[in-house]
């Protein structure tokens, strides 16, 4: 009896796990495909971003640079280089779809303001061109160098705000946490291993099972449910 139970509790923790995976991984790739045909056309090979791509061994799809499939990284839809100079754009509300880009190119659009809330999540962005006028995401301190070049600004060598020697804010993660970087200017606080809630003030590891098993089960009960009543449409007419 025990061991059926635990067979039966497995196998619901793998169908879980099964469908949270598609979910997320269809949710994924539908955004990036929308971010990378913001606007016409695709990367060029003498840009940042192109170079950038053929230099990683990338793959180019429309305005984005993505990572090539491996077998040490079997998702191969990161966004790794996202192009959107030259298309025409007057400001620029969300990236959080290309927050795995390592070069972003806004250069060469009419924009007036951008926020730095646009590229918080963005930790592994190392270089970003923008229009001239503005200025770099989180501020010069938050680069390594920033320089102006044929009418753009670069920033380049985005700075761990984590470490003590580059840290300008006056804020400790609390305890059995750490700090990890989270865009240019930005930091957030994870827990660690063993410690997850509140303020990382529980033990033991997050009840993925608990919390999550009831969402996949009433989704499978709804899908049921929706597809019974269709089917009866589709008999009464």
Not at 186 to 205: A, P, S
Request: hydrophobic share 35%; charged share 15%; net charge negative.
């Amino acid at each position: 009896m025990t061991t059926q139970s635990a067979n039966m509790d497995a196998g619901r923790s793998a169908a879980v796990a099964f469908i949270v995976h598609l979910i997320v991984h269809a949710s994924c790739h539908l955004a990036e495909l929308q971010v990378c045909r913001t606007c016409n056309g695709t990367v060029a090979n003498g840009t940042a971003v192109g170079r950038f791509c053929a230099s990683s061994a990338g793959r180019v799809e429309g305005r984005c640079c993505l990572r090539n499939l491996t077998s040490s990284r079997p998702e191969p839809h990161d966004i790794t280089g996202l192009d959107l100079s030259n298309c025409s754009l007057n400001q620029v509300d969300d990236l959080r779809e290309a927050s795995t880009a390592v070069v972003i190119d806004l250069s060469g659009n009419p924009i007036v303001n951008i926020s730095d809330l646009v590229f918080q999540g963005c930790a592994a962005l190392d270089e970003i061109l923008l229009p001239s006028n503005l200025p770099c995401p989180g501020g010069n301190a938050s680069w390594e160098t920033v320089g102006v070049s044929e009418g753009s600004l670069i920033c380049q060598g985005q700075k761990n705000m984590c470490s003590n020697e580059t840290a300008h804010m006056t804020f400790n993660c609390p305890e059995n946490s750490h700090c990890d970087p989270n865009g240019p200017g930005f930091i957030m606080c994870n827990c660690d291993d063993g410690y997850h809630g509140y303020k990382c003030r529980r033990e033991g590891k997050f009840p993925f099972i608990a919390v999550f098993a009831p969402l996949g089960g009433a989704t499978v009960l709804m899908s049921i449910v929706l597809w019974v009543t269709q089917r009866r449409k589709v008999k009464s007419n």
